[in-house]
Nanobody, 115 residues
Framework: QVQLVESGGGLVQPGGSLRLSCAAS????????MRWYRQAPGKQRELVAI???????NYADSVKGRFTISRDNAKNTVYLQMNSLKPDDTAVYYC?????????WGQGTQVTVSS
């Protein structure tokens, strides 16, 4: 059974930084596509960043140049480094990994950007 556990969320001032972590278990992590999503109050969940087993990355236009996704296969962990945070980045951030016909989600971690 695949399990994903996020950590690293919190309250930060505009312009600040946070690093989110997602630890995976029950899977051969190095083979997995890993994704970060977020969901703000009253809005649909949106894809923020993706990283492939080959370390190919892609980002939502709203976070390009500010967020960086990376992975450490030795630690079975994917990271999301978030810089120059804005109030619009406030959301619950979720880790995700797809499989044929299904996908797995973490429980989410709250990020609040406010002065």
């Amino acid at each position: 059974q695949v399990q994903l556990v996020e950590s690293g969320g919190g309250l930060v001032q505009p312009g600040g930084s946070l690093r989110l972590s997602c630890a995976a278990s029950g899977t051969i992590f190095s083979f997995n596509v890993m994704r970060w999503y977020r969901q703000a109050p009253g809005k649909q969940r949106e894809l923020v960043a993706i990283i492939t087993p080959e370390n190919i990355t892609n980002y939502a236009d709203s976070v390009k140049g500010r967020f960086t996704i990376s992975r450490d296969n030795a630690k079975n962990t994917v990271y999301l480094q978030m810089n120059s945070l804005k109030p619009d980045d406030t959301a619950v951030y979720y880790c995700n990994t797809p499989r044929p016909g299904t996908e797995y989600w973490g429980q989410g971690t709250q990020v609040t950007v406010s002065s």
